[in-house]
């Protein structure tokens, strides 16, 4: 999410948007960046397309 706003409002601004779940916060020429692996969005892609799950053998 890129934040625009006044310098003296931003960490108020931060600690509110972290409060409610966003996962990376960018000025306004950032929000196109990636780091090296980094989630696109928060969620990192494959995991849309994949389910794990574990089941358990029966034991007799």
Do not use: F, N
Not at 26 to 49: K, N
Request: with cysteine.
């Amino acid at each position: 999410m890129g934040l625009l706003c006044y310098e003296k409002d931003r960490i108020y601004l931060e600690k509110q948007l972290l409060k409610a779940g966003v996962l990376r916060i960018t000025g306004s020429g950032g929000m196109s960046s990636l780091a090296a692996g980094g989630a696109h969005d928060g969620e990192y892609p494959l995991r849309r397309y994949c389910k794990i799950v574990e089941v358990e053998a029966e034991t007799s």
